[in-house]
T-cell receptor, first 117, second 112 residues
Framework: GAVVSQHPSRVICKSGTSVKIECRSLDFQATTMFWYRQFPKQSLMLMATSNEGSKATYEQGVEKDKFLINHASLTLSTLTVASAHPEDSSFYIC?????????????FGQGTRLTVV | GEDVEQSLFLSVREGDSSVINCTYTDSSSTYLYWYKQEPGAGLQLLTYIFSNMDMKQDQRLTVLLNKKDKHLSLRIADTQTGDSAIYFCAEGLSGGYNKLIFGAGTRLAVHP
């Protein structure tokens, strides 16, 4: 299948700082990217859906001013956790697909473990 | 609301069959999926089943769907140590961006 690369795989940051996570589709043009978050022993929760060139659609309860998503190109989406706090510590994972394609053709990054101290 | 539940841990002996169970709530799901995640890697689509099917077999994998009870299972025959991973069940909702609702994942541990 296609390759989606997520960077960094792990990050530790101080409370109050901002952290940027990148999601790149390496061998296809991803018109749609999804960002998920997983707390320990809980489900992988969809945070937002972004389409290239337009504003992201956030799920209910996700603060768009805190989780800034930029999808400026067909191969790159970024998630910035603004002013991170310990409760933002979680596993963040992206997936990418061509808009209109089925979920069987959505490919996942390896995830980013964020720890805020 | 939409919810997918699965047990968190399963331990099996090498060579035995593993059965991972999942329940979901949304009856409008079009497809149901099983993903595998190995350490440090992304989720890999293992198999999926269309909601109007009740069984799908793919080599060592068998997916059973009981739509009435909203119950999905994944059976891995002749489980090997390389099957040790986290397995996620997901339901695909119709419409929009075909949102996926995931369970918490079942950690499968295969021991000799």
């Amino acid at each position: 299948g296609a390759v989606v690369s997520q960077h960094p795989s792990r990050v530790i940051c101080k409370s109050g700082t901002s952290v940027k996570i990148e999601c790149r589709s390496l061998d296809f043009q991803a018109t749609t990217m999804f960002w998920y978050r997983q707390f320990p022993k809980q489900s992988l929760m969809l945070m937002a859906t972004s389409n290239e060139g337009s504003k992201a659609t956030y799920e209910q309860g996700v603060e768009k001013d805190k989780f800034l998503i930029n999808h400026a190109s067909l191969t790159l989406s970024t998630l910035t956790v603004a002013s991170a706090h310990p409760e933002d510590s979680s596993f963040y994972i992206c997936s990418a697909k061509v808009q209109g394609k089925m979920n069987t053709e959505a490919f996942f990054g390896q995830g980013t473990r964020l720890t805020v101290v | 609301g939409e919810d997918v539940e699965q047990s968190l841990f399963l331990s099996v002996r090498e060579g035995d069959s593993s059965v991972i169970n999942c329940t979901y709530t949304d009856s409008s799901s079009t497809y149901l999926y099983w993903y595998k995640q190995e350490p440090g890697a992304g989720l890999q689509l293992l198999t999926y089943i269309f909601s109007n099917m009740d069984m799908k077999q793919d080599q060592r994998l068998t997916v059973l769907l009981n739509k009435k009870d909203k119950h999905l299972s994944l059976r891995i025959a002749d489980t090997q140590t390389g099957d040790s991973a986290i397995y996620f069940c997901a339901e695909g909702l119709s419409g929009g961006y075909n949102k996926l609702i995931f369970g918490a994942g079942t950690r499968l541990a295969v021991h000799p």
